[in-house]
C-alpha cells in the first residue's frame, strides 16, 4: 500500500490471502480493503471459513474523474459440507435458514463486523442482518 497509494492512477486497493477479514480504511481518498478472508476455502478454524464480498460504488466528479464513494462490505462464509459460498446478512434474514447454521453464520457475522468496525471508515457500510 506504502507503494502504490502515492500514484494517481491508484483508486482502490483490495488485499487478499491473509485467510483471514482484515479491516478497511480510506487512506489519502483511497479505498484499501487490508483482506478478504477466504472466498472459498477447505479451511475448517472458524475465522478462517469467513470472508468478505466488497461492492464499490464509484461516481462522476465534477472534474469528469471517477472516484469510489462508497464500500459495501458483505461478509460471507463457507459451509464445508457444500464449499457453498453464503451471504451471511442475508441468509441470517431468511426465516427458512435452519437454527444450527444460523448460528454458525451469526458466528461469522459478529466477528465480520467487529474487524471492521475495529477502524471505522467512512463510506464503509455492513448490511444488517435484521
Same mark, same amino acid.
Given at each position: 500500500?506504502?507503494? !502504490? $497509494?502515492?500514484?494517481?492512477?491508484?483508486? @482502490? !486497493?483490495?488485499?487478499?490471502?491473509?485467510?483471514?477479514?482484515?479491516?478497511?480504511? @480510506?487512506?489519502?481518498?483511497?479505498?484499501?480493503?487490508?483482506?478478504?478472508?477466504? #472466498? @472459498?476455502?477447505? #479451511?475448517?478454524?472458524?475465522?478462517?471459513?469467513?470472508?468478505?464480498?466488497?461492492? +464499490?460504488?464509484?461516481?462522476?466528479?465534477? %472534474?469528469?474523474?471517477?472516484?469510489?464513494?462508497?464500500?459495501?462490505?458483505?461478509?460471507?462464509?463457507?459451509?464445508?459440507?457444500?464449499?457453498?459460498?453464503?451471504?451471511?446478512?442475508? +441468509? $441470517?434474514?431468511?426465516?427458512?435458514?435452519?437454527?444450527? @447454521? &444460523?448460528?454458525?453464520?451469526?458466528?461469522?457475522?459478529?466477528?465480520?463486523?467487529?474487524?471492521? %468496525?475495529? &477502524?471505522?471508515?467512512?463510506?464503509?457500510?455492513?448490511?444488517?442482518?435484521?
Amino acid at each position: 500500500a506504502d507503494a !502504490l $497509494l502515492p500514484s494517481s492512477d491508484i483508486d @482502490l !486497493l483490495i488485499g487478499h490471502h491473509a485467510h483471514v477479514v482484515q479491516p478497511i480504511e @480510506l487512506i489519502d481518498g483511497t479505498y484499501v480493503v487490508w483482506g478478504l478472508g477466504n #472466498q @472459498l476455502s477447505n #479451511q475448517s478454524q472458524a475465522p478462517r471459513r469467513d470472508g468478505l464480498t466488497v461492492l +464499490a460504488t464509484a461516481e462522476l466528479g465534477w %472534474d469528469l474523474k471517477w472516484r469510489f464513494r462508497n464500500i459495501e462490505a458483505v461478509p460471507t462464509w463457507v459451509d464445508m459440507a457444500t464449499h457453498r459460498v453464503i451471504p451471511v446478512p442475508y +441468509a $441470517l434474514r431468511n426465516p427458512g435458514t435452519p437454527p444450527g @447454521l &444460523r448460528g454458525e453464520l451469526q458466528g461469522s457475522y459478529d466477528r465480520t463486523k467487529a474487524i471492521i %468496525d475495529s &477502524r471505522p471508515t467512512w463510506g464503509v457500510t455492513i448490511p444488517s442482518p435484521n
